[in-house]
């Protein structure tokens, strides 16, 4: 299973569940590189909340200037990471079991 977990990670079609408690979560909170943090509070977005906020409007974190796809990945990964350390066990299976269903068609065993 952690081969198919992998295939599907690598991927990226994971729906990063953003739950009402880490929306406070200040970006430097989450452990990024300087440079991730710097770019993405340059543009006024100090927060998660604030990031969620920006996606909402129909903007892309691609917007910001000097934030490149890792880092865009870095930041989504942590805000997973601090996700999942806040979810219960069904919770878990179930972001797992909706993730693997969304990659069927990805995952090699």
């Known amino acids: 299973i952690s081969e198919a977990l992998e295939s599907v990670y690598y991927k990226r079609k994971v729906r990063v569940p953003i739950r009402d408690n880490i929306t406070s979560i200040k970006i430097e909170d989450l452990g990024l590189a300087g440079r991730t943090t710097n770019a993405i509070k340059r543009a006024h977005l100090n927060t998660i909340g604030d990031v969620v906020a920006f996606m909402e409007r129909g903007r892309n974190m691609t917007d ?3 934030l490149g796809r890792v880092s ?3 930041f989504m990964e942590a805000v997973l990471n601090y996700s999942w350390n806040l979810m219960s066990l ?13 990659n069927v068609c990805n995952i090699r065993l």
């Open 64 to 66: 910001i200037p000097a």
């Open 90 to 102: 069904q919770e878990k299976v179930d972001f797992l079991m909706t993730t693997v269903e969304r």
């Open 72 to 74: 865009i990945r870095d």
